[in-house]
Nanobody, 118 residues
Framework: QVQLQESGPGLVKPSQTLSLTCTVSGASITTAYYHWSWIRQPPGKGLEWIGYMDYSGSTYFSPSLKSRTSISGDTAKNQFTLQLSSATPEDTALYFC??????????WGQGTQVTVSS
């Protein structure tokens, strides 16, 4: 059974870097050809794709967030981490990590709320 679990601060101050980690169990982040993704849902809005890291460590980001986003993997811990720099209140959202298989999400984390506020 594949499980994903998000972790990180629930409160971030404006201009700081928002950092979240997804711990994966039941699958390896280096197994071809899975992609490991971050998605968010702002209050009252729909899902927004942030970006993903593939099994080789290559990354792809939403054009609207690309300049502020990085995703990296830790193969020893089987984790991948999102960093979103220069956070603003507009980054307040429920953040999910997920696995993509054959262009579709087959597993989701439960989500973690992040609020950007002073």
């Amino acid at each position: 059974q594949v499980q994903l679990q998000e972790s990180g601060p629930g409160l971030v101050k404006p201009s700081q870097t928002l950092s979240l980690t997804c711990t994966v169990s039941g699958a390896s982040i280096t197994t071809a050809y899975y992609h490991w993704s971050w998605i968010r849902q702002p209050p009252g809005k729909g899902l927004e794709w942030i970006g993903y890291m593939d099994y080789s460590g290559s990354t792809y980001f939403s054009p609207s967030l690309k300049s502020r986003t990085s995703i990296s993997g830790d193969t020893a811990k089987n984790q991948f981490t999102l960093q979103l720099s220069s956070a603003t209140p507009e980054d307040t959202a429920l953040y999910f990590c997920a696995r993509i298989s054959q262009s579709a999400i087959d597993y989701w984390g439960q989500g973690t709320q992040v609020t950007v506020s002073s």
